[in-house]
């Protein structure tokens, strides 16, 4: 289908990528773009073939697909300076975890002829940088693709057959839908959990408890409830600016509901808390029940 793909932005995803499609025995040339670092590592460890020198020299790029890994703002930048030097046929696909200005930007930036299909990839970690990628990154994960009126159906399908190759799921959504929901399962939990690491500050925590004795009597709770805690303003800074009134509205929701909470239990109102609980629980073994038959269902496949 691709015989020749170009991956702009050697990081963890783009460089799992890379090591997915060569396990999953993608034969045909892989180059790399984006920065001097990656390119370079990866072209030094096998990850891909050669460096791809097309759009610094100016000059089109002959890849089939071209896979945009970089941050958002990166993204949005490569597809405003360097989308006139893709030639006509070839299909660009994304990472960002934002979908309503990339596609904007894709279909403002474009030559005709090329198709652009956002995408998502629901995988990842807290560590960025080639040094942590992986072949087997996307097994199982979920992968978002963007399918509008105007996206080239057989470019989709293609598109789609490959990361369906490489051991994910897909799942067809629209723009403004995806960044509703990345927002409710991921943006919010992000800034949650960023929220709740600053309590323990002596800033943040000064009235509230001795800083020194939680963090000796803090556990695994406060650990995996504050894992997304260490990630990078750089990296959420992009989503942040490009998704600010979906995050917005699941943040009014969640203050909401603490608020609520905080209410309740001021006038010693504990039905409330058990209510909340009872919700909470049923909503966890749906999603639960919802993500086993997904894998039983790939077992079987």
């Known amino acids: 289908m691709f015989d020749h793909i170009t991956i702009v932005g050697c990081g963890l995803l783009g460089g799992s990528f890379a090591l997915a499609l060569r396990r999953a025995g993608f034969t045909g040339r892989l180059t790399a773009s984006g920065g001097s670092r990656g ?35 990166g993204i949005i930048d490569f597809l405003k300076t360097r989308g006139s030097l893709i030639k006509p046929g070839a299909v660009v696909t994304d990472a960002g975890s934002t979908k309503t200005e990339i596609c904007r930007v894709a279909r403002e930036s474009l030559p005709a002829g090329v198709t652009f299909i956002g995408g998502h990839p629901m995988a990842g970690s807290e560590h960025t940088g080639l040094e942590y990628a992986r072949a087997d990154l996307f097994d199982r994960a979920t992968w978002a693709l963007v399918a509008e009126s105007s996206t080239d159906q057989t470019g989709f399908a293609q598109l789609k057959s490959l990361i369906e190759m490489i051991g994910a799921r897909v799942i067809v959504t629209e723009p403004e839908e995806h960044d509703a929901a990345v927002a409710l399962i991921s943006h919010l939990p992000q800034l949650v959990a960023t929220t709740l690491a600053t309590l323990l500050t ?60 905080k209410d309740e239990l001021e006038i010693r109102n504990f039905n409330h808390a058990r209510e909340l609980f009872g919700e909470a629980n049923a909503s966890v073994e749906a999603y639960r029940a919802q993500h086993y038959q997904r894998f039983e269902n790939l077992n079987k496949s």
């Open 39 to 73: 390119p370079k590592l990866a072209m030094e460890r096998g990850i891909v073939d050669v460096i791809e020198e097309s759009f610094v020299r100016g000059e089109v790029c002959e890849a089939d697909l071209i896979y945009l890994a970089a941050p958002i703002g």
């Open 202 to 261: 002596e800033e943040k925590s000064d009235g509230l408890a001795d800083v020194d004795l939680a963090r000796k009597l803090a556990a695994t709770g406060w650990r995996d409830m504050t894992r997304l805690a260490g990630s990078s303003w750089g990296v959420w800074r992009d989503i942040i600016l490009t998704n600010q009134p979906q995050i917005v509205r699941a943040l009014a929701e969640i203050i909401a509901g603490l608020q609520s909470l």
